[in-house]
Nanobody, 124 residues
Framework: QVQPVESGGGSVQAGESLRLSCAVS????????AGWFRQAPGQGREAVAI???????YVADSVKGRFTISQDNAKNTLNLEMNSLKPEDTALYYC??????????????????WGQGTQVTVSS
């Protein structure tokens, strides 16, 4: 596996939308966990949305109903559609894949391949 590469961050007003994309090299047929995390200044890294398996996706309560995670197997990308953005969504967003965890993988330590991060800034 190679390091994921994120794109699509930027600065928007509250209520607007952004789409993040991540080029990944994991084999989607094995359904290894892959997802998005974020880290705001002075805070720990937290899971935003993770594809855990073929039938199981985790979405944080703070973004449920606003963010959608998806994967494009043809393009080998992992996407995060973010709608109705709020100032509290401001953070550095990371894409991550895992070869060391299966099942319920929510913690950053469960993931061993990380992108460099892309900044999302939401102003009120």
């Amino acid at each position: 596996q190679v390091q994921p590469v994120e794109s699509g961050g930027g600065s928007v007003q509250a209520g607007e939308s952004l789409r993040l994309s991540c080029a990944v090299s994991w084999n989607p047929d094995t359904r290894s966990p892959a997802g998005w995390f974020r880290q705001a200044p002075g805070q720990g890294r937290e899971a935003v949305a993770i594809i855990l398996s073929r039938s199981n996706t985790y979405v944080a309560d703070s973004v449920k109903g606003r963010f959608t995670i998806s994967q494009d197997n043809a393009k080998n990308t992992l996407n995060l559609e973010m709608n109705s953005l709020k100032p509290e969504d401001t953070a550095l967003y990371y894409c991550a894949t895992s070869t060391i965890c299966s099942g319920l993988c929510y913690h950053p330590r469960d993931f061993d391949h990380w992108g460099q991060g892309t900044q999302v800034t939401v102003s009120s």
